[in-house]
């Protein structure tokens, strides 16, 4: 079996499309198909189904695909084994952050690889915390920063840091207060419009679930996913937003927005690292996730 038809394979069947595998992979797609029906003859299988979305692995591409997946992870690891002898850890590490987390550890960690493991290859993906899981699981990404993540048995969670969760409105014109105002009480915050994610982010998901505690939900007026959008209508006059402290200080405006503590103590999510159960993180990997726990204390803004 040829290890490059395998890993076209498995990026078909994880991407769910001979177009975006081939993007990713860098070759024409005649050639990525062939490549595919080639390991299918030898097998003797049909392994992708075309449909009008896409490819779509039949049952013997699932079983290759979780053995194609635990090959290639071992080929890599291979190639990281033998890394070190030449002095250092080498290999890819992908890893999914949320929004807000991005903007502010995207610089420090990548100076932080940069100088820790600089024969190392980091990827950096942003999303919310649904597509980022999906990217962990399916594959696509080693590492990712989730809030509110659960245990699994498809993923290892460690706990990272707790980040505030602050009421967000739109400073009236003219307006500077200082010192800010005091805490507002989550019942209080129950009865104000707001604009907030759908389900199931897992900030939506949280306030929620704070609400049920004592009897309340929220009055939610608006549905939007999208830090910068959900600010933007804020300021637009629609509502109030509850938004982690970095989102807002890692806004283009936050001036513009008065921000509130919610309840004493302060209301908090939790940030946890997650990691694939099906795949054992490589050395590479694992000093990544070292970094990541040395570096995001240090900057991301958190009770």
Do not use: W
């Amino acid at each position: 079996m040829d290890l490059k038809q395998l890993e076209y394979f498995v990026r078909v069947a994880e991407l769910g499309s001979f177009t975006r595998a081939a993007i990713e992979l860098d070759v024409a797609q005649p050639a990525l198909s062939r490549q595919v029906r080639l390991l299918e003859v030898e097998l003797r299988q049909t392994l992708l189904v075309r449909n009008g979305r896409g490819a779509v692995p039949t049952e013997a591409g699932k079983l290759l695909l979780d053995h194609g997946r635990g090959i290639l992870h071992q080929v890599e690891r291979a190639r990281e084994d033998l890394g070190r002898l030449r002095g250092g850890l080498s290999g890819r590490v992908a890893v999914g952050l949320p929004s807000s987390v991005a903007r502010v550890l995207t610089v420090p960690l990548s100076r932080a690889v940069r100088e820790a493991l600089p024969e190392a290859r980091l990827s950096i993906s942003e999303g919310l915390s649904g597509g980022l899981q999906e990217g962990l699981v399916a594959g696509r990404l080693d590492i990712v920063v989730l809030y509110n993540a659960q245990a699994s048995r498809e993923l290892d969670v460690s706990p990272l840091l707790e980040e505030e969760l602050l009421l967000v409105r739109a400073r009236p014109a003219g307006l500077h207060e200082d010192p800010p105002p005091g805490p507002i009480e989550l019942a209080e915050v129950a009865q104000l419009p707001l604009v907030i994610p759908t389900r199931p982010n897992a900030i939506r998901m949280h306030v929620e679930a704070q609400m049920a505690d004592i009897g309340c939900r929220p009055n939610v007026v608006l549905e939007i996913d999208g830090v910068s959008a959900i600010l933007e209508l804020v300021l637009d006059g629609a509502g109030c937003a509850i938004l982690s402290r970095n989102a807002l200080l890692n806004s283009p405006r936050p001036s513009a927005y008065t921000a509130q503590r919610i309840g004493t103590p302060a209301m908090t999510i939790r940030l946890s690292l997650a990691t694939s159960l099906q795949r054992p993180a490589t050395p590479v990997q694992k000093a990544a996730l070292d970094l990541i726990r040395q570096t995001a204390p240090s900057v991301v803004a958190h009770a």
